[in-house]
């Protein structure tokens, strides 16, 4: 029997729908932005305050990078949300302790994993091309609470999987 949560649930959908169609907007600015710097560098350059690449090519090979780095980045997002529009579904549905979110967590565990990693990269990058006179700002700072969130996801996806086994244990004995 499906439970009634109007207002979250909905309100949860549609911000998880907005958010896939803005990352994947984000991805089509960053990849626009990735082309644009390789057709017309020197303006790019130029536009960003950074010189031009002759001049500062370690620092535009950064900048690259990390836009590059960006671009990779949000078919990660993508699963990300997608997995839980699909996790908010089974709430809709009343169901949502089965081994599909379990999955999903566990996916989704992964995924964040792999964003705070590139996370890790980007700031390393700017950390390796920035120089005194062409530093590379991008306010990168590390922070102990992504690495609890993917920890707290695995957790979450093994209490998902044995909420889901005793269900299922629980449907076989009526």
Do not use: K
């Not at 932005?33 to 790019?44: A, E, M, N």
């Not at 002759?54 to 990660?76: S, W, Y």
Request: proline share 5%.
């Amino acid at each position: 029997m499906p439970h009634s949560y109007p207002a979250p649930l909905a309100l949860s959908r549609s911000v998880l729908r907005t958010l896939i169609v803005l990352n994947l907007l984000v991805g089509v600015l960053l990849l626009g932005l990735l082309v644009t710097s390789v057709v017309v560098g020197d303006q790019v350059m130029r536009t960003l305050a950074a010189g031009t690449p002759q001049a500062n090519a370690t620092l535009f090979l950064g900048m690259r990078l990390v836009v590059v780095i960006g671009v990779a980045g949000v078919p990660v997002v993508h699963f990300v949300l997608t997995r839980l529009l699909a996790m908010t579904d089974t709430v809709r549905d009343g169901n949502p302790f089965v081994m599909a979110n379990a999955a999903r967590l566990q996916r989704i565990a992964w995924a964040v994993l792999i964003l705070e990693l590139m996370h890790l990269a980007v700031g390393a990058i700017a950390a390796a091309v920035s120089t005194a006179a062409a530093p590379f700002d991008i306010s990168w700072r590390f922070s102990l609470t992504p690495w609890l969130a993917v920890l707290l996801l695995f957790v979450l996806a093994r209490v998902f999987e044995q909420g889901a086994q005793m269900r299922e244990e629980l449907e076989g004995t009526v």
